[in-house]
């Protein structure tokens, strides 16, 4: 068990241009969660994906935020046009499927995002 | 609205004492209550979980409380040791899996 991982794990950016980060969740989890987290903050749910369907969107991702998971295994969140806002910490969680209790989530260290 | 209200934001204890921390909710759909650990440039952790069927749960030195009537669950760490020293979010969810997490708490153990 290798755990969730993120990449990159620090990203800085000129506001207006694009970002995309990558989440290769634990193998056998079939669900992956996109969160974001400010600074003195507690992460916020953006969206999440059972296999290769997204089946939730928050309303904090604006159009301008995409996230994808192709084949069901890793995904991708991509920020277009990025403002100075956008700066946070973007956390990817896994789980398997089944009862919270019994498939918790696990989270990964996070992209930590600056737009200057 | 589905929220989480976590208290103190911030909390110093000396080595050995009882750390203490509360969280309070309004949609009584909730029905998964974990608390979260996180230190600086780490992803949370899962520290211990509850369901609102038991009113306590303990695991090692962590026990959570919880207060179904008062829609009210709290943290208690007991012997507290400097490297408790972390950031705890407390959190819930109803069957949609989404987590909704608190504002955090800030502790910090004294040796």
């Known amino acids: 068990d290798t755990g969730v991982s993120q990449n990159p794990r620090h990203k800085i950016t000129k506001r207006g241009q694009n970002v995309t980060f990558r989440c290769d969740p634990i193998s056998e989890h079939n669900r992956l969660y996109w969160y974001r987290q400010t600074l003195g903050q507690g992460p916020e749910f953006l969206t999440y994906?059972?296999?290769?369907?997204?089946?939730?969107k928050s309303r904090l991702l604006s159009d301008r935020f995409s996230a994808e998971r192709p084949k069901g295994s890793f995904s991708t969140l991509e920020i277009q046009r990025t403002e100075q806002g956008d700066s946070a910490m973007y956390l990817c969680a896994s789980s398997l499927g089944g009862s919270s209790y019994n498939s918790p989530l696990h989270f990964g260290n996070g992209t930590r995002l600056t737009v200057t | 609205q589905q929220q989480v209200k976590q208290s103190p934001q911030s909390l110093i204890v000396q080595k050995g004492g009882i750390s203490i921390i509360n969280c309070a909710y309004e949609n009584t759909a909730f029905d998964y209550f974990p608390w979260y650990q996180q230190f600086p440039g780490k992803g949370p952790a899962l520290l211990i979980a509850i369901r609102p069927d038991v009113s306590e749960k303990k695991e090692g030195r962590f026990t959570i409380s919880f207060n179904k009537s008062a829609k009210q669950f709290s943290l208690h760490i007991m012997d507290s040791q400097p490297g408790d020293s972390a950031t705890y979010f407390c959190?819930?969810?109803?069957?949609?899996?989404?987590?909704?997490f608190g504002q955090g708490t800030e502790l910090s153990v004294k040796p």
């Open positions: 959190a819930a969810s109803d069957g949609t899996r989404k987590l909704i």
């Open positions: 994906f059972q296999n290769e369907a997204q089946l939730e």
